[in-house]
């Protein structure tokens, strides 16, 4: 166990390290202290209109090849779905937040996908992720997430603990190091409520998460990016698609 925890202090220490000497720069240097950002108007209100038809189309079809589901039908996503909305691509800046995610963590994005997905209030749902969690509990990784409609505390907001991406966390006995899933947070997190049409952006060491929806519709697209080639390929194969879709 003493061994364990310390190896978990050297994986913690590390990227602190990293992000003080090499990363930490450029237009997100600010979610190393603030966590997450909001920037509103983004995407234009037609814009947004658009791409939710074209998600509800493409969710019509229960065989799609690229849909993933959660076990009770309350979060449905669509990976790989740039390659449903070509011509809509550019309004989503890609190489701009691309740029700006690798100066913030340091390392080269090689590959990106993004993903569309909708929530809808079924009973017992966890929100979309499936309750809290780090997308990694060592390393700095950074999620865009456009609004698609209006999101308020009802709907399925993205949430979040402040602070919570940094070594700086007191309570280890509730935030372990080297834990990514957490069932019970015992404070209040921080709920993004935002306009149609807002980017949020965070750094995913946080531990953070879809509130459970309880009424109405959240539609959202997020910008996924990986330091290796088969990044998307990787992430098709965890969600139980064909890699091969890529």
């Known amino acids: 166990m003493i061994m364990k925890i310390a190896i978990n202090y050297a994986k913690a220490i590390i990227p602190s390290i990293w992000m003080h000497f090499f990363a930490g720069k450029g237009e997100l240097r600010s979610l190393l202290y603030e966590t997450a950002k909001v920037n509103k108007q983004a995407l234009s209100i037609s814009t947004c209109l658009e791409l939710i038809e074209r998600i509800e189309v493409i969710l019509s079809d229960s065989d799609h090849p690229r849909v993933w589901r959660d076990k009770i039908g309350s979060d449905s996503r669509i990976w790989g779905f740039e390659k449903d909305i070509a011509e809509l691509v550019e309004e989503f800046e890609v190489e701009?937040?691309?740029?700006?995610?690798?100066?913030?963590?340091?390392?080269?994005?090689r590959s990106w996908c993004l993903m569309a997905n909708r929530v809808v209030p079924i009973g017992g749902n966890l929100g979309s992720g499936g309750g809290?969690?780090?997308?990694?509990?060592?390393s700095h990784q950074v999620k865009c997430i456009w609004y698609l409609n209006n999101v308020d505390g009802s709907n399925g907001p993205f949430q979040y603990l402040p602070g919570t991406n940094t070594n700086l966390v007191r309570d280890r006995n509730q935030y372990?190091?080297?834990?990514?899933?957490?069932?019970?947070?015992?404070?209040?997190?921080q709920e993004v409520h935002a306009k149609a049409g807002s980017l949020l952006i965070c750094d995913t060491k946080c531990i953070h998460g879809g509130k459970p929806i309880e009424s109405g519709l959240r539609y959202a697209v997020t910008l996924y990016t990986f330091p290796g080639k088969a990044g998307p390929e990787k992430i098709f194969e965890q969600s139980g698609l064909d890699p091969a879709l890529v």
Do not use: C
Not at 176 to 189: C, D, H, M, Q, T
């Open 132 to 138: 809290m969690h780090r997308d990694s509990p060592f």
């Open 176 to 189: 372990p190091l080297g834990v990514s899933r957490f069932n019970e947070i015992k404070v209040k997190a």
């Open 96 to 109: 701009r937040w691309i740029k700006a995610v690798d100066q913030y963590t340091g390392r080269k994005t």
